[in-house]
Antibody, heavy 116, light 113 residues
């Protein structure tokens, strides 16, 4: 069965960077985009960006341009989301999803807390 | 970016009654060559990732009860929950996947009256 397993919770200081991993299994990793979505506590879903593991192509919403980087290592079926210049507003649960007609498969979420 | 706006922000519905959630996009989500609307609906319960309910605006995901239905085309869409059950209390989101950059609506909280 399709699974997306994310790395554990992180605590970062303002101005730092965070890198979250998402290991895929149960399907051919290169055949589907990986998307990243975040959700601050008590808030709505915010779609951040995508990557095609086969081509390496990426796309980020304008809000995150310049400080969001999505990469992947196809040899281990793992995608990464790196967000830099963190502020308290970046405190949220970050999810990876498998692309398709909507986001059918989700990782379990990774809580990133930004605090001094 | 395409902006998605849901209404209402919250609603309270009695068990067995109908709940209706609207979603409006800032540009058309209808792609004429495929005759499809690139619109999905999700349900999210506390502490869980969202669950895909409907895609292509009206196609139910496998295992989703038939009391959930989606309709609409172009820029205006609706999620209807007929015969509301207690387990349907949740936050519902619409999402467009028309372009390579996707966006969600702000969410609608459905409560049991």
């Amino acid at each position: 069965q399709v699974q997306l397993v994310q790395s554990g919770a992180e605590v970062k200081k303002p101005g730092a960077s965070v890198k979250v991993s998402c290991k895929a299994s149960g399907y051919s990793f290169s055949n589907y985009d990986i998307n990243w979505v975040r959700q601050a506590t008590g808030q709505g879903l915010e779609w951040m960006g995508w990557m095609n593991p086969s081509s390496g192509n990426t796309g980020y919403i304008q809000k995150f341009q310049g400080r969001l980087t999505i990469t992947s290592d196809t040899s281990i079926s793992t995608a990464y989301m790196e967000l830099s210049s963190l502020t308290s507003d970046d405190t949220a649960v970050y999810y990876c999803t498998r692309g398709g007609f909507g986001e059918l498969y989700w990782g379990q979420g990774t809580l990133v807390t930004v605090s001094s | 970016d395409i902006v998605m706006t849901q209404s209402p922000d919250s609603l309270a519905v009695s068990l067995g009654e109908r709940a209706t959630i609207n979603c409006k996009s800032s540009q058309t989500l209808f792609y004429r060559p495929t005759n499809k609307n690139f619109l999905a609906w999700y349900q999210q319960k506390p502490g869980q990732p969202p669950k895909l309910l409907i895609y292509w605006a009206s196609t139910r995901e496998s295992g989703v009860p038939d009391r959930f239905s989606g309709s609409g085309s172009g820029t205006d869409f609706t999620l209807t929950i007929s015969r509301l059950q207690a387990e349907d209390a949740a936050v519902y989101y619409c999402q467009q996947y028309y372009g390579t950059l996707r966006t969600f609506g702000q969410g609608t909280q459905v409560e049991i009256k």
